[in-house]
Protein backbone atom coordinates (compact mmCIF):
# COMPACT_ATOMS: atom_id res chain seq x y z
CA UNK A 1 0.00 0.00 0.00
CA UNK A 2 1.33 3.87 -1.04
CA UNK A 3 1.59 6.34 1.39
CA UNK A 4 -1.54 8.24 -0.68
CA UNK A 5 -3.69 4.82 -0.08
CA UNK A 6 -3.35 5.25 3.61
CA UNK A 7 -3.79 8.71 4.14
CA UNK A 8 -7.18 7.96 2.18
CA UNK A 9 -7.78 4.95 4.30
CA UNK A 10 -7.17 7.46 7.10
CA UNK A 11 -9.27 9.80 5.96
CA UNK A 12 -12.14 7.51 5.11
CA UNK A 13 -11.86 5.90 8.84
CA UNK A 14 -11.85 9.55 10.06
CA UNK A 15 -14.83 10.62 8.29
CA UNK A 16 -16.95 7.59 8.75
CA UNK A 17 -16.30 7.95 12.53
CA UNK A 18 -17.15 11.35 12.56
CA UNK A 19 -20.05 11.09 10.93
CA UNK A 20 -20.66 8.57 13.77
CA UNK A 21 -19.92 10.03 16.57
CA UNK A 22 -21.00 14.16 15.08
CA UNK A 23 -24.37 15.95 15.42
CA UNK A 24 -26.96 13.91 14.02
CA UNK A 25 -28.37 16.66 11.79
CA UNK A 26 -25.14 16.34 9.36
CA UNK A 27 -25.86 12.47 9.25
CA UNK A 28 -28.99 13.16 8.36
CA UNK A 29 -28.23 15.56 5.58
CA UNK A 30 -26.23 12.66 4.12
CA UNK A 31 -28.54 10.15 4.79
CA UNK A 32 -31.06 12.15 2.64
CA UNK A 33 -28.77 12.97 -0.30
CA UNK A 34 -27.81 9.84 -0.97
CA UNK A 35 -31.06 8.39 -0.84
CA UNK A 36 -32.59 11.27 -3.09
CA UNK A 37 -29.65 9.93 -5.53
CA UNK A 38 -30.48 6.35 -4.85
CA UNK A 39 -34.63 7.02 -5.56
CA UNK A 40 -35.05 7.37 -9.23
CA UNK A 41 -32.60 3.71 -9.07
CA UNK A 42 -35.35 2.22 -6.46
CA UNK A 43 -38.36 3.06 -8.24
CA UNK A 44 -36.91 1.58 -11.65
CA UNK A 45 -35.93 -1.96 -9.84
CA UNK A 46 -39.36 -1.87 -8.01
CA UNK A 47 -41.50 -1.26 -10.62
CA UNK A 48 -39.06 -3.66 -12.92
CA UNK A 49 -39.84 -6.33 -10.02
CA UNK A 50 -43.44 -6.03 -10.17
CA UNK A 51 -44.18 -5.71 -14.60
CA UNK A 52 -41.99 -8.82 -14.38
CA UNK A 53 -43.77 -10.86 -11.16
CA UNK A 54 -47.16 -10.10 -12.86
CA UNK A 55 -46.17 -11.39 -16.40
CA UNK A 56 -44.46 -14.62 -14.35
CA UNK A 57 -48.09 -14.69 -12.99
CA UNK A 58 -49.96 -14.17 -15.83
CA UNK A 59 -47.70 -16.95 -17.59
CA UNK A 60 -48.53 -19.58 -14.92
CA UNK A 61 -51.79 -18.63 -15.08
CA UNK A 62 -52.24 -19.10 -18.82
CA UNK A 63 -49.99 -22.88 -18.28
CA UNK A 64 -52.27 -24.10 -15.50
CA UNK A 65 -55.51 -22.25 -17.59
CA UNK A 66 -57.80 -25.69 -17.92
CA UNK A 67 -58.44 -25.44 -21.76
CA UNK A 68 -54.95 -24.71 -22.90
CA UNK A 69 -52.99 -27.32 -23.84
CA UNK A 70 -50.30 -27.82 -21.24
CA UNK A 71 -52.78 -28.58 -18.37
CA UNK A 72 -54.06 -31.50 -20.77
CA UNK A 73 -50.81 -32.76 -20.89
CA UNK A 74 -50.50 -32.97 -16.96
CA UNK A 75 -50.75 -36.35 -14.69
CA UNK A 76 -53.91 -35.89 -13.06
CA UNK A 77 -52.10 -37.13 -9.96
CA UNK A 78 -49.40 -34.28 -9.89
CA UNK A 79 -51.99 -31.35 -10.42
CA UNK A 80 -53.91 -33.15 -7.00
CA UNK A 81 -50.55 -32.87 -5.52
CA UNK A 82 -49.97 -29.30 -6.51
CA UNK A 83 -52.95 -28.47 -5.53
CA UNK A 84 -52.72 -29.96 -2.25
CA UNK A 85 -49.12 -27.96 -2.06
CA UNK A 86 -50.62 -25.30 -2.97
CA UNK A 87 -54.03 -24.71 -0.37
CA UNK A 88 -51.67 -25.65 2.41
CA UNK A 89 -49.72 -22.73 1.59
CA UNK A 90 -52.88 -20.72 1.83
CA UNK A 91 -53.53 -22.16 5.25
CA UNK A 92 -49.64 -20.82 6.05
CA UNK A 93 -49.86 -17.54 5.03
CA UNK A 94 -53.70 -17.32 6.41
CA UNK A 95 -52.53 -18.53 9.90
CA UNK A 96 -49.26 -15.63 9.64
CA UNK A 97 -51.77 -12.91 8.69
CA UNK A 98 -53.87 -13.38 11.10
CA UNK A 99 -50.87 -13.80 13.64
CA UNK A 100 -49.30 -10.41 11.95
CA UNK A 101 -52.95 -8.75 12.16
CA UNK A 102 -53.68 -10.14 15.71
CA UNK A 103 -50.25 -8.19 17.02
CA UNK A 104 -50.30 -5.01 14.74
CA UNK A 105 -53.46 -4.01 16.37
CA UNK A 106 -54.00 -0.25 17.14
CA UNK A 107 -54.15 1.12 20.71
CA UNK A 108 -57.26 2.84 19.93
CA UNK A 109 -58.90 -0.33 19.50
CA UNK A 110 -57.21 -1.66 22.51
CA UNK A 111 -58.36 1.32 24.14
CA UNK A 112 -61.98 1.12 22.91
CA UNK A 113 -62.46 -1.92 24.03
CA UNK A 114 -61.03 -1.72 27.59
CA UNK A 115 -63.33 1.63 28.09
CA UNK A 116 -66.44 -0.63 27.37
CA UNK A 117 -65.31 -2.61 30.67
CA UNK A 118 -68.25 -2.66 33.70
CA UNK A 119 -65.15 -3.68 36.22
CA UNK A 120 -63.65 -2.11 38.85
CA UNK A 121 -59.83 -1.96 37.74
CA UNK A 122 -59.60 -1.82 33.70
CA UNK A 123 -56.04 -1.83 32.06
CA UNK A 124 -55.20 1.32 29.96
CA UNK A 125 -52.66 2.19 27.20
CA UNK A 126 -50.20 5.02 27.41
CA UNK A 127 -47.96 5.87 25.09
CA UNK A 128 -44.17 6.98 26.13
CA UNK A 129 -41.23 7.91 24.77
CA UNK A 130 -37.54 5.81 25.18
CA UNK A 131 -35.34 9.09 26.15
CA UNK A 132 -32.21 8.81 24.54
CA UNK A 133 -28.91 7.84 26.14
CA UNK A 134 -27.62 11.53 26.19
CA UNK A 135 -30.62 13.11 27.93
CA UNK A 136 -31.56 9.79 29.99
CA UNK A 137 -27.67 10.37 31.28
CA UNK A 138 -28.67 14.27 31.37
CA UNK A 139 -31.32 13.82 33.40
CA UNK A 140 -29.65 11.01 36.20
CA UNK A 141 -27.23 13.39 36.62
CA UNK A 142 -29.40 16.29 37.67
CA UNK A 143 -28.91 18.40 34.43
CA UNK A 144 -32.42 19.03 33.65
CA UNK A 145 -33.90 19.29 37.06
CA UNK A 146 -32.52 18.73 40.31
CA UNK A 147 -33.40 21.31 42.84
CA UNK A 148 -33.13 19.12 46.04
CA UNK A 149 -35.38 17.07 47.62
CA UNK A 150 -36.13 19.65 50.08
CA UNK A 151 -38.34 21.82 47.24
CA UNK A 152 -39.68 18.74 45.67
CA UNK A 153 -37.96 18.60 42.68
CA UNK A 154 -35.05 15.80 42.87
CA UNK A 155 -36.68 12.50 41.02
CA UNK A 156 -36.86 9.08 42.56
CA UNK A 157 -33.25 7.69 43.98
CA UNK A 158 -34.19 4.28 42.52
CA UNK A 159 -33.74 6.02 39.03
CA UNK A 160 -30.64 8.47 39.28
CA UNK A 161 -28.64 5.59 41.25
CA UNK A 162 -29.12 3.45 38.20
CA UNK A 163 -27.10 6.15 36.94
CA UNK A 164 -24.55 3.30 35.27
CA UNK A 165 -27.24 1.49 34.55
CA UNK A 166 -27.54 0.17 31.20
CA UNK A 167 -31.31 0.57 31.53
CA UNK A 168 -33.15 2.81 29.37
CA UNK A 169 -35.63 5.57 30.67
CA UNK A 170 -39.24 6.20 29.75
CA UNK A 171 -40.86 9.46 30.22
CA UNK A 172 -43.90 8.92 32.29
CA UNK A 173 -43.79 8.09 36.18
CA UNK A 174 -45.70 8.09 39.38
CA UNK A 175 -47.34 11.43 37.69
CA UNK A 176 -49.18 9.13 34.73
CA UNK A 177 -49.90 6.36 37.48
CA UNK A 178 -47.64 4.15 35.94
CA UNK A 179 -46.46 1.53 38.64
CA UNK A 180 -43.84 -1.47 38.93
CA UNK A 181 -44.34 -4.13 36.87
CA UNK A 182 -46.30 -2.66 34.27
CA UNK A 183 -46.42 -4.49 30.80
CA UNK A 184 -44.47 -2.45 28.45
CA UNK A 185 -45.90 -3.20 24.37
CA UNK A 186 -45.10 -2.37 21.26
CA UNK A 187 -48.47 -3.13 18.63
CA UNK A 188 -49.56 -6.15 20.40
CA UNK A 189 -46.38 -8.15 21.72
CA UNK A 190 -44.91 -7.74 25.38
CA UNK A 191 -41.66 -6.39 24.97
CA UNK A 192 -40.67 -5.75 29.01
CA UNK A 193 -42.05 -4.24 31.76
CA UNK A 194 -41.59 -1.21 33.80
CA UNK A 195 -38.44 -1.83 36.38
CA UNK A 196 -38.65 1.43 39.00
CA UNK A 197 -41.32 4.10 38.40
CA UNK A 198 -39.30 7.43 39.61
CA UNK A 199 -41.84 11.03 40.05
CA UNK A 200 -41.52 11.93 36.13
CA UNK A 201 -39.33 8.94 34.95
CA UNK A 202 -39.47 5.43 35.10
CA UNK A 203 -36.81 2.42 33.96
CA UNK A 204 -37.77 -0.22 31.98
CA UNK A 205 -36.65 -4.16 31.73
CA UNK A 206 -36.64 -5.73 28.37
CA UNK A 207 -38.13 -8.98 28.12
CA UNK A 208 -34.15 -10.11 27.03
CA UNK A 209 -32.77 -8.95 30.29
CA UNK A 210 -30.87 -11.32 32.46
CA UNK A 211 -33.56 -10.79 35.54
CA UNK A 212 -36.79 -10.39 33.65
CA UNK A 213 -39.52 -12.58 35.08
CA UNK A 214 -43.03 -13.10 33.51
CA UNK A 215 -45.99 -15.35 33.41
CA UNK A 216 -46.37 -17.22 30.12
CA UNK A 217 -48.47 -19.93 28.15
CA UNK A 218 -48.12 -21.97 25.03
CA UNK A 219 -50.79 -21.20 22.05
CA UNK A 220 -50.83 -24.28 20.05
CA UNK A 221 -52.67 -24.35 16.31
CA UNK A 222 -54.43 -28.02 15.92
CA UNK A 223 -55.14 -29.53 12.76
CA UNK A 224 -58.43 -28.72 12.70
CA UNK A 225 -57.23 -25.00 12.89
CA UNK A 226 -58.42 -24.09 16.54
CA UNK A 227 -56.34 -22.49 19.25
CA UNK A 228 -55.22 -24.35 22.15
CA UNK A 229 -55.14 -21.77 25.43
CA UNK A 230 -53.12 -22.63 28.86
CA UNK A 231 -52.33 -26.15 28.20
CA UNK A 232 -48.58 -25.49 29.43
CA UNK A 233 -48.29 -22.45 31.75
CA UNK A 234 -44.43 -21.18 33.14
CA UNK A 235 -42.48 -18.39 33.85
CA UNK A 236 -40.65 -16.93 30.71
CA UNK A 237 -36.90 -15.79 32.18
CA UNK A 238 -34.70 -13.42 30.03
CA UNK A 239 -30.88 -14.82 29.78
CA UNK A 240 -29.11 -11.53 28.72
CA UNK A 241 -29.08 -12.72 24.75
CA UNK A 242 -31.62 -12.91 22.50
CA UNK A 243 -33.78 -16.09 23.27
CA UNK A 244 -35.68 -16.09 26.30
CA UNK A 245 -36.33 -19.20 28.53
CA UNK A 246 -39.69 -20.00 29.01
CA UNK A 247 -39.30 -22.73 32.96
CA UNK A 248 -41.75 -24.52 35.13
CA UNK A 249 -43.47 -26.40 31.82
CA UNK A 250 -43.90 -30.40 33.09
CA UNK A 251 -42.92 -33.00 30.99
CA UNK A 252 -46.57 -33.81 30.37
CA UNK A 253 -47.45 -31.02 28.86
CA UNK A 254 -46.90 -30.72 25.03
CA UNK A 255 -44.59 -28.62 23.73
CA UNK A 256 -43.53 -27.91 19.91
CA UNK A 257 -41.71 -26.04 18.28
CA UNK A 258 -43.12 -22.56 16.26
CA UNK A 259 -45.93 -22.91 19.64
CA UNK A 260 -46.59 -19.06 20.54
CA UNK A 261 -45.94 -18.69 23.70
CA UNK A 262 -48.47 -15.66 25.38
CA UNK A 263 -48.74 -13.69 28.54
CA UNK A 264 -51.09 -15.87 31.00
CA UNK A 265 -51.47 -13.44 33.90
CA UNK A 266 -53.46 -14.47 37.02
CA UNK A 267 -55.70 -11.23 37.42
CA UNK A 268 -57.95 -11.62 34.23
CA UNK A 269 -57.50 -7.76 34.28
CA UNK A 270 -56.55 -8.26 30.43
CA UNK A 271 -59.01 -8.53 27.84
CA UNK A 272 -56.53 -10.91 25.94
CA UNK A 273 -53.69 -12.43 26.34
CA UNK A 274 -50.65 -10.42 24.36
CA UNK A 275 -48.16 -11.80 22.82
CA UNK A 276 -44.49 -12.80 23.86
CA UNK A 277 -42.78 -14.44 21.15
CA UNK A 278 -42.61 -18.07 19.32
CA UNK A 279 -40.85 -21.56 20.80
CA UNK A 280 -37.90 -21.95 18.62
CA UNK A 281 -36.54 -25.22 21.11
CA UNK A 282 -38.23 -27.48 23.05
CA UNK A 283 -36.26 -30.35 24.47
CA UNK A 284 -37.02 -33.19 27.26
CA UNK A 285 -34.54 -34.92 28.31
CA UNK A 286 -35.26 -39.08 29.61
CA UNK A 287 -34.97 -38.12 33.20
CA UNK A 288 -36.42 -34.45 33.08
CA UNK A 289 -39.11 -33.34 34.98
CA UNK A 290 -39.37 -30.22 33.26
CA UNK A 291 -38.97 -29.03 29.41
CA UNK A 292 -36.26 -26.65 28.46
CA UNK A 293 -37.65 -24.33 25.96
CA UNK A 294 -36.65 -21.66 24.14
CA UNK A 295 -38.53 -18.36 22.96
CA UNK A 296 -38.02 -16.14 20.56
CA UNK A 297 -38.73 -12.70 21.53
CA UNK A 298 -41.33 -10.57 18.94
CA UNK A 299 -38.41 -8.64 17.00
CA UNK A 300 -37.46 -5.03 18.08
CA UNK A 301 -36.78 -2.26 15.95
CA UNK A 302 -33.35 -0.97 15.55
CA UNK A 303 -33.88 1.97 17.76
CA UNK A 304 -36.90 2.17 20.18
CA UNK A 305 -38.26 5.49 20.61
CA UNK A 306 -41.94 5.15 21.43
CA UNK A 307 -44.02 2.30 23.29
CA UNK A 308 -47.17 1.83 25.02
CA UNK A 309 -47.22 0.71 29.34
CA UNK A 310 -50.43 -0.87 30.21
CA UNK A 311 -51.35 0.87 33.19
CA UNK A 312 -54.32 -0.49 35.78
CA UNK A 313 -56.63 2.19 36.33
CA UNK A 314 -59.82 2.34 38.56
CA UNK A 315 -62.94 2.39 36.25
CA UNK A 316 -64.11 6.07 35.73
CA UNK A 317 -67.40 4.79 34.43
CA UNK A 318 -67.39 2.91 38.06
CA UNK A 319 -66.53 6.26 39.91
CA UNK A 320 -68.50 8.62 38.66
CA UNK A 321 -71.30 9.99 40.40
CA UNK A 322 -75.28 8.66 38.85
CA UNK B 1 -11.84 7.24 -16.68
CA UNK B 2 -13.52 4.21 -18.31
CA UNK B 3 -12.70 1.82 -15.69
CA UNK B 4 -14.07 4.98 -13.12
CA UNK B 5 -17.13 5.08 -14.89
CA UNK B 6 -17.76 1.61 -14.85
CA UNK B 7 -16.68 1.99 -10.79
CA UNK B 8 -19.94 4.11 -10.64
CA UNK B 9 -22.50 2.82 -12.51
CA UNK B 10 -21.52 -0.81 -10.09
CA UNK B 11 -21.93 1.21 -6.98
CA UNK B 12 -25.32 2.76 -7.75
CA UNK B 13 -26.68 -0.79 -9.61
CA UNK B 14 -25.57 -2.96 -6.89
CA UNK B 15 -26.78 -0.31 -3.75
CA UNK B 16 -29.84 -0.51 -5.73
CA UNK B 17 -30.85 -3.86 -6.68
CA UNK B 18 -29.57 -5.05 -3.48
CA UNK B 19 -32.18 -2.41 -1.38
CA UNK B 20 -34.68 -2.75 -3.93
CA UNK B 21 -34.80 -6.40 -3.84
CA UNK B 22 -33.98 -6.89 0.10
CA UNK B 23 -35.03 -10.86 0.30
CA UNK B 24 -36.67 -11.52 -3.12
CA UNK B 25 -32.64 -11.42 -4.37
CA UNK B 26 -31.53 -15.19 -3.92
CA UNK B 27 -29.23 -17.46 -5.53
CA UNK B 28 -30.13 -21.34 -4.59
CA UNK B 29 -31.96 -20.32 -1.71
CA UNK B 30 -28.99 -18.03 -0.41
CA UNK B 31 -28.95 -14.02 -0.47
CA UNK B 32 -25.88 -12.55 -2.04
CA UNK B 33 -24.41 -9.28 -0.79
CA UNK B 34 -23.96 -7.14 -4.26
CA UNK B 35 -22.22 -4.47 -2.38
CA UNK B 36 -19.07 -7.00 -1.81
CA UNK B 37 -19.00 -8.23 -5.11
CA UNK B 38 -18.57 -4.45 -6.45
CA UNK B 39 -16.34 -3.34 -3.71
CA UNK B 40 -13.52 -6.28 -4.82
CA UNK B 41 -14.25 -5.61 -8.09
CA UNK B 42 -13.28 -2.20 -6.93
CA UNK B 43 -10.13 -3.05 -5.55
CA UNK B 44 -8.99 -5.80 -8.32
CA UNK B 45 -9.75 -3.20 -11.21
CA UNK B 46 -8.39 0.41 -9.87
CA UNK B 47 -5.43 0.72 -7.74
CA UNK B 48 -4.28 3.22 -5.03
CA UNK B 49 -6.40 6.00 -3.33
CA UNK B 50 -8.90 6.22 -5.83
CA UNK B 51 -10.39 2.40 -5.08
CA UNK B 52 -10.29 3.26 -1.19
CA UNK B 53 -12.42 6.17 -1.97
CA UNK B 54 -14.97 4.45 -4.01
CA UNK B 55 -15.31 1.37 -1.62
CA UNK B 56 -15.81 4.16 0.88
CA UNK B 57 -18.47 5.59 -0.88
CA UNK B 58 -19.66 2.01 -1.27
CA UNK B 59 -20.17 1.80 2.14
CA UNK B 60 -21.06 5.13 3.01
CA UNK B 61 -24.23 3.99 0.64
CA UNK B 62 -24.81 0.94 2.09
CA UNK B 63 -24.58 3.17 5.70
CA UNK B 64 -27.42 5.14 4.56
CA UNK B 65 -29.64 1.99 3.42
CA UNK B 66 -29.38 0.96 6.19
CA UNK B 67 -31.07 2.70 8.93
CA UNK B 68 -28.89 1.99 11.21
CA UNK B 69 -26.06 5.48 12.52
CA UNK B 70 -24.30 6.53 9.52
CA UNK B 71 -20.41 5.47 9.42
CA UNK B 72 -19.65 2.24 10.77
CA UNK B 73 -20.23 0.24 7.39
CA UNK B 74 -18.13 3.07 5.69
CA UNK B 75 -15.26 2.46 7.70
CA UNK B 76 -15.48 -1.82 7.79
CA UNK B 77 -15.50 -1.19 3.92
CA UNK B 78 -12.36 1.02 3.65
CA UNK B 79 -10.54 -1.37 6.13
CA UNK B 80 -11.81 -4.51 4.02
CA UNK B 81 -10.79 -3.12 0.68
CA UNK B 82 -7.64 -1.57 2.37
CA UNK B 83 -6.68 -5.57 3.32
CA UNK B 84 -7.65 -6.86 -0.14
CA UNK B 85 -5.09 -3.88 -1.81
CA UNK B 86 -2.43 -4.71 1.18
CA UNK B 87 -3.09 -8.73 -0.08
CA UNK B 88 -2.50 -7.83 -3.91
CA UNK B 89 0.51 -6.83 -3.90
CA UNK B 90 1.85 -8.05 -7.25
CA UNK B 91 -0.36 -6.35 -9.53
CA UNK B 92 -1.29 -9.78 -11.56
CA UNK B 93 -5.01 -10.58 -12.10
CA UNK B 94 -5.59 -12.96 -9.47
CA UNK B 95 -7.49 -15.03 -12.02
CA UNK B 96 -11.05 -17.15 -11.39
CA UNK B 97 -10.24 -19.13 -8.45
CA UNK B 98 -8.68 -16.31 -6.82
CA UNK B 99 -11.05 -13.85 -7.24
CA UNK B 100 -13.77 -15.44 -5.67
CA UNK B 101 -11.40 -16.26 -2.35
CA UNK B 102 -11.38 -12.16 -3.12
CA UNK B 103 -15.22 -12.11 -2.61
CA UNK B 104 -15.94 -14.21 -0.14
CA UNK B 105 -13.25 -12.81 2.38
CA UNK B 106 -14.24 -9.64 1.26
CA UNK B 107 -17.64 -10.07 1.93
CA UNK B 108 -17.77 -12.24 4.86
CA UNK B 109 -15.22 -9.50 6.61
CA UNK B 110 -17.46 -6.48 5.55
CA UNK B 111 -20.80 -8.28 6.60
CA UNK B 112 -19.41 -9.76 9.76
CA UNK B 113 -17.41 -6.82 10.56
CA UNK B 114 -20.24 -4.80 10.31
CA UNK B 115 -22.53 -6.52 12.35
CA UNK B 116 -20.05 -6.75 15.22
CA UNK B 117 -19.38 -3.40 15.31
CA UNK B 118 -23.37 -2.13 14.89
CA UNK B 119 -23.97 -4.90 17.53
CA UNK B 120 -21.00 -3.65 20.30
CA UNK B 121 -21.64 0.14 19.62
CA UNK B 122 -25.48 0.02 19.93
CA UNK B 123 -24.99 -2.50 23.31
CA UNK B 124 -26.85 -5.45 21.90
CA UNK B 125 -26.15 -8.96 22.79
CA UNK B 126 -24.47 -10.15 19.31
CA UNK B 127 -25.36 -13.75 18.19
CA UNK B 128 -21.91 -14.31 16.93
CA UNK B 129 -22.85 -17.76 15.55
CA UNK B 130 -25.47 -16.49 13.58
CA UNK B 131 -23.48 -13.35 12.85
CA UNK B 132 -20.39 -15.13 11.02
CA UNK B 133 -22.59 -17.74 9.78
CA UNK B 134 -24.97 -15.48 7.85
CA UNK B 135 -21.45 -13.13 6.58
CA UNK B 136 -20.18 -16.79 5.05
CA UNK B 137 -23.78 -18.00 3.34
CA UNK B 138 -23.42 -14.22 1.39
CA UNK B 139 -19.92 -14.65 1.11
CA UNK B 140 -20.35 -17.51 -0.39
CA UNK B 141 -23.69 -16.84 -2.64
CA UNK B 142 -21.85 -13.39 -3.53
CA UNK B 143 -18.49 -16.00 -4.92
CA UNK B 144 -21.49 -17.67 -6.55
CA UNK B 145 -22.55 -14.38 -8.60
CA UNK B 146 -18.82 -13.57 -9.21
CA UNK B 147 -18.16 -16.80 -10.94
CA UNK B 148 -20.84 -16.50 -13.34
CA UNK B 149 -20.03 -12.97 -13.81
CA UNK B 150 -16.25 -14.05 -15.01
CA UNK B 151 -17.70 -16.93 -16.85
CA UNK B 152 -20.36 -14.72 -18.75
CA UNK B 153 -17.39 -12.01 -19.20
CA UNK B 154 -14.69 -14.20 -20.67
CA UNK B 155 -17.36 -15.80 -22.87
CA UNK B 156 -18.39 -12.43 -24.00
CA UNK B 157 -15.09 -11.18 -24.81
CA UNK B 158 -13.63 -14.67 -26.68
CA UNK B 159 -16.90 -13.99 -28.59
CA UNK B 160 -15.99 -9.98 -29.07
CA UNK B 161 -12.01 -10.66 -29.62
CA UNK B 162 -11.14 -13.65 -30.40
CA UNK B 163 -7.67 -12.81 -30.70
CA UNK B 164 -5.92 -12.99 -27.61
CA UNK B 165 -2.47 -11.52 -28.14
CA UNK B 166 -2.64 -8.00 -29.54
CA UNK B 167 -0.09 -5.59 -30.60
CA UNK B 168 1.37 -3.36 -26.96
CA UNK B 169 2.23 0.07 -27.67
CA UNK B 170 6.24 0.48 -26.77
CA UNK B 171 5.85 2.96 -24.19
CA UNK B 172 4.60 -0.25 -21.70
CA UNK B 173 7.05 -2.58 -21.82
CA UNK B 174 8.52 -0.73 -18.84
CA UNK B 175 5.43 -1.56 -16.85
CA UNK B 176 4.80 -4.68 -18.29
CA UNK B 177 8.39 -5.30 -17.22
CA UNK B 178 7.94 -4.10 -13.80
CA UNK B 179 4.31 -4.56 -13.16
CA UNK B 180 3.56 -0.86 -12.08
Request: aromatic content about 4%; hydrophobic content about 45%; proline content about 4%.
Amino acid sequence: MTSQSLLAACCLVLLGVGLYLGPPAVADRVRGTINDLLHPGLNLVRLSQKTIGNRLDGNVDEAHSVGGRPADNRDVAELADALAIAQERIRQLQVRLAEQSERQLPEQEISRAMLKSERLIVPSLVEVAVLGDTLADKWRTGKLLDQGAKNGLRENELILSARKSPRSLIDFGEDAQISTEDALLLGRCVIGKVEYVGRWTSTIQLVTDADYAGRAQLIRETSDGLFVFGEARGILKGQGGPMCKLEGIPAESSVHVHDAVYTAERDGILPTPLYYGQVVEATLGPDDREWTVIVKPAPLPTRLTKVQVLRTAVNPERLAVK
Amino acid sequence: MFRQLIIAALVYTSLVIQSGLGTDLQVLGLQPWLPGLGLVACALLIKGASSLCWAGLWGLGVDCLSGEKIGVNLVVATIVASSLLALRTDGRSPGLVGTVMYVLVGTFLWRGGAAIAHGFLNHRPVDFEQLLVRALIEGVSTGGIAVSVLIIGRLVINVISPSRYSSVPLANHWSMLTGE
